[in-house]
């Protein structure tokens, strides 16, 4: 203000200036000291000193949306159609007084009740036994309960399809809160990997209908491995303190960096079945149907082809198995569904899996008791592409393996690493590179039986390596298992086998990259 007063008049001589008048003193340490805290590392959710500052109001102002976009947003989920939300733009400030397109000063206004840091939560109640709906409450409480979802009634799907279209339209109408809101938005899963994955995959469509900019997610661990969780800082499992973690999750969401993460897409191309056995296919929610395609072969194949296949797809984040490993998830998953207070937290979920290992015959029983117990080897044939390669190239499994996985990241059943730190002699002699989770090439290593897997998770060993591949095609010959058991990041499903034709299983590298948001940034 003194610059703008010395160039409208001339300057006083030192006897004629006035005395400044004396303004009240600015409280510049608190305000200084409040915007360090809020960025700093305990902003971020590390260290007890950050807790004070932790207030729900602060929280709450910092993500919560404005009532009319709100409203606008389930208004659109609940008719299934994005244009249900334009009362938002017309009647702005909810009084009913409509203001819409010719109103000069509606048409200039710029909106000003956009928040900070836009946040929307997605809670799976059934992940992390009892603690699931609790997180979910615990949420609601800090960022209110129209911006957390429960994903066994909203799916985010229809969230991508209809709650952000209607945030866009509004934007496109000129609403500059909505389009604040949307290119800003931050996404917390409170789920296991699969959860996490499936999430991941609905947002990635966004890249597939050019409606650029896709959300990053974080993470509330409440599954039994966790390891995107991991991988990324958000820990191995919830914290018993679960109320003050629920709110440093919330502000390491708002504040720290995103990362880079591969995801890979499978297609499932089977034998088309009847109707019955189509019905009893129950397939996770990160695969969908893609109905009767056509499968072209490319000289791959070795066992016979049908004219016709009956296809479905998804994407994984962490790991494709197919195998023994997988039979046992999928043992699990039937006893979770069937008697959940079985599986009511980490440990005891991983009690129930070392059961079903023994009982699936991974330890005790003779390979040759039933043809499904056998090694892979002689139902399942291998080829893959390598990086900058266009060609197929056949990859001879070991007689020995009962599993076999593709692996994204460093973690797979909570926390190991069964591909290991490989030395660079050894890298060197097998043709790999160092494992990095953005590198495009996935790790295929081999279990054998559940001795070694035992060995391997514990890391005494390193699992069979099979080869590092940019492309897997899978072909499990028919005629010879009446059922295959696969898993993409923890979930697992029983695919049926024909007895004449082969059923084939493709993954191949998404051209975008998936984004989360790093837990423990520093």
């Known amino acids: 203000m003194s610059s703008s007063f010395s160039s409208a008049a001339a300057s006083p001589t030192p006897s004629e200036r006035p005395e400044p008048p004396r303004s009240p003193p600015l409280p510049a340490a608190p305000l200084v000291g409040a915007l360090i805290e809020s960025l700093s590392f305990r902003g971020c959710g590390f260290g007890r000193a950050a807790a004070p500052a932790f207030e ?18 389930h208004a659109a989920m609940r008719a299934r159609d994005p244009t249900a939300g334009a009362f938002a733009l017309v009647d702005r400030d909810g009084d009913g007084e409509g203001r819409g397109a010719g109103n000069r000063w509606f048409d200039a206004a710029v909106y000003d009740d956009a928040p900070e840091s836009p946040l929307v939560a997605f809670v799976n109640p059934r992940s992390g036994g009892r603690l699931g709906p609790v997180v979910k409450t615990r949420l609601q409480d800090l960022i209110g309960e129209d911006q957390v979802f429960d994903l066994t009634v909203v799916k985010p799907s229809d969230f991508v399809e209809y709650a952000l279209a209607c945030l866009e339209q509004l ?3 000129g609403d500059h809160s909505a389009r604040f809101v949307r290119h800003n938005l931050r996404v917390m ?22 409606r650029e900019p896709v959300p990053p997610v974080a993470v509330i661990p409440l599954g039994t491995g966790n390891d995107l969780s991991r991988s990324f800082g958000w820990g191995a499992s919830f914290s018993f303190s679960w109320k003050a973690a629920a709110k440093r999750s919330l502000y390491k ?3 720290c960096s995103v990362s880079c993460l591969d995801s890979w897409h499978v297609v499932v191309s089977m034998p088309e079945h009847g109707e019955e056995e189509k019905e009893d296919l129950d397939l996770p929610h990160s695969l969908r149907r893609l109905g009767e395609c056509t499968f072209y072969d490319d000289g791959t194949a070795k066992g016979e082809l049908p004219e016709t296949v009956s ?3 998804g994407v994984f984040y962490n790991y494709f198995s197919i195998g023994m490993d997988a039979q046992v998830a999928y043992g699990f998953h039937q006893l979770r569904d069937e008697k959940p207070f079985l599986a009511n937290g980490p440990l005891s979920n991983k009690l129930i899996y070392a059961g079903y290992t023994c009982k699936q015959g991974w330890f005790f029983t003779q390979c040759i008791s039933d043809p499904e117990l056998r090694g892979l080897r002689n139902v399942l044939c291998l080829s893959i592409k390598r990086m900058d390669s266009s060609e197929w190239e056949n990859i001879p499994v070991p007689s020995s393996v009962r599993a076999i996985v593709a692996l994204n990241l460093h973690n797979y059943a909570s926390g190991r690493n069964p591909w290991g730190n490989l030395k660079p002699e050894y890298l060197e002699k097998r043709g790999f590179v160092e494992a990095q989770s953005d590198d495009g090439l996935l790790e295929i290593f081999g279990l054998k039986q559940g001795w070694h897997a035992s060995l391997v998770m514990v890391e005494l060993i390193s ?9 897997i095609r899978i072909e499990i010959k028919g005629g ?13 499903w029983k695919q049926p086998l024909s007895s004449e034709y082969s059923t084939f299983v493709d993954i191949k590298k998404v051209p975008y990259p998936s984004l989360i948001i790093n837990g423990g940034d520093r």
């Open 311 to 313: 296809c479905f797809d």
């Open 56 to 73: 729900k109001e602060d929280l709450r102002e910092r993500a919560a949306f404005p009532q009319r976009l709100r409203a606008a947003v």
């Open 253 to 255: 969401a708002i504040f």
């Open 189 to 210: 899963v409170a789920g296991g990997d699969g959860t996490v994955g499936w999430v991941l995959g609905c947002l990635g469509e966004l890249y597939v209908q050019n």
């Open 171 to 173: 934007a496109d109408s």
């Open 463 to 471: 699992a069979k390596h099979i080869a590092q591949a940019a492309a």
């Open 480 to 492: 010879y298992w009446r059922d295959a058991f696969m898993q993409m990041d923890g979930e697992p």
